[in-house]
């Protein structure tokens, strides 16, 4: 990210990404002339609610622990033989993986074990936007990073890249998803499409430059498979510390962390930081998976994330008491339009004008790309204004900012 973007970003943070829905003496006594606004809280569906969540929530980090083993996989074959039929079948399955782990972020923004301090992996797993530089070659001339130069790192081993990942800058990523996207597609320089690593980058004998690209592509898949084992043992149905913890809470305070997940993903981090940031700078380099060009599929995932735990549904494999019918029963209006607004989110992310992301960004705003993202702009602020509404009626403080 240039300088430039990066204050963009700073500052966006700063001016648009600050709210946190409390509710206070004069919602709890604003008058709603419906009649089904005036239903009581439902304390029994809430708790049923609450364990159906974290049996969604054990069933999404199930199935990224399942694709991240299957890419570690393909990496494992890829560099033990380095071939261009290898190569794709790595970039298909980063792409296979990052479905659920993009959905898996609704469970973010609340403390829980993928973001907690100070162990949650969060950070490790998929920290942005990253210098390319930090990692290894890039085609403006610049030094070689870990990944490519010995330098001051000689033995590439996990403790080193944990130790090296952020330090120095918020860019200086080593470490994740998209560092892992970085060595599979290499420097995206093509406004027509995405990067074009070749598989020959990979060929050398041990102590050459190729061979330290296979250690560290070797290691930073293993360590989101790693990070998302942890995780996922955290909300085990019968032996989940955390799992147990986040039943043992109030309902109330474990709905507050739900709804805290959907609302700042939605916001916060979709809006904000992923849509918002880009839009204004028209930066490549703010686009969240830009090696790949895969971005337009982040935010489809992310908003189906939102979506599930609405729903209280995973795919056809999970079905259970949801946040909507929570939120029907106080007031059948207002689950309706939340409704109405994440499917307006879904079609605006899909749209064939939203992708390749970074080329949508450009141009003018009457350009088809630019009204497509503009659309989903628009949608999530409504989304922000249900959400807002939601926290109200229910009478719980709900979270849709990043904080500063």
């Known amino acids: 990210m240039s300088p430039a973007a990066s204050r963009l970003a700073r500052l966006l943070s700063c001016v648009a990404l600050m709210c946190v829905l409390t509710v206070n003496s004069a919602c709890r006594n604003e008058n709603h002339s419906s009649p089904k606004a005036q239903a009581s809280f439902d304390a ?7 364990v159906a969540y974290a049996d969604l929530v054990y069933a999404n980090y199930q199935e990224s622990m399942a694709t991240a083993f299957a890419l570690d996989l393909k990496v494992r074959e890829f560099v033990a033989a380095p071939s261009a039929q290898r190569l794709t079948e790595c970039r298909t399955a980063w792409t296979t993986a990052r479905e659920p782990y993009q959905q898996s972020e609704a469970f973010r923004f609340y403390g829980g074990p993928i973001d907690r301090a100070p162990d949650g992996p969060e950070g490790d797993l998929n920290p942005w936007p990253l210098d390319e530089a930090y990692i290894g070659y890039i085609l403006d001339g610049r030094a070689s990073g870990i990944g490519d130069g010995a330098g001051k790192n000689p033995q590439l081993n996990e403790a080193l890249l944990r130790a090296l990942n952020g330090k120095g800058g918020e860019q200086n990523i080593a470490t994740g998803w998209h560092a892992v996207e970085f060595m599979l597609w290499g420097e995206d320089v093509d406004a027509q499409g995405p990067g074009a690593r070749s598989h020959e980058d990979f060929i050398g004998a041990e102590g050459q430059k190729p061979a330290r690209r296979r250690r560290y592509l070797s290691l930073v898949a293993s360590m989101i498979l790693k990070d998302l084992e942890q995780v996922t043992k955290e909300w085990h149905p019968k032996t989940g510390a955390y799992r147990e913890e986040f039943l043992a809470y109030p309902p109330k305070k474990a709905l507050s962390k739900i709804m805290t997940g959907m609302g700042t993903l939605a916001i916060g981090e979709l809006r904000g930081e992923r849509m918002v940031a880009p839009f204004l700078s028209k930066s490549q380099e703010d686009e969240h998976s830009c ?32 946040v909507r019918e929570l939120v029907a029963k106080v007031d059948e209006d207002l689950a309706l339009g939340i409704d ?18 970074d080329q949508a960004i450009l141009g003018a705003d009457q350009s088809p790309g630019r009204k497509a993202i503009q659309g989903a702009l628009d949608a999530l602020a409504r989304l922000d204004r249900s959400l807002t509404s939601m926290a109200k009626r229910l009478d719980i403080p709900v979270v849709t900012r990043l904080p500063r």
Not at 340 to 357: E, G, M, R, Y
């Open 44 to 50: 029994s569906l809430a708790k049923e609610v609450i």
């Open 291 to 322: 090696f790949s060009d895969q971005t337009h599929l982040d935010a489809k995932n992310d908003a189906l994330g939102i979506r599930n735990v609405w729903r209280g549904e995973y795919g056809s494999k999970l079905k259970g008491p949801s």
């Open 340 to 357: 109405a607004d994440l499917d307006a989110v879904l079609q605006a992310v899909t749209q064939p004008a939203f992708s390749p992301f």
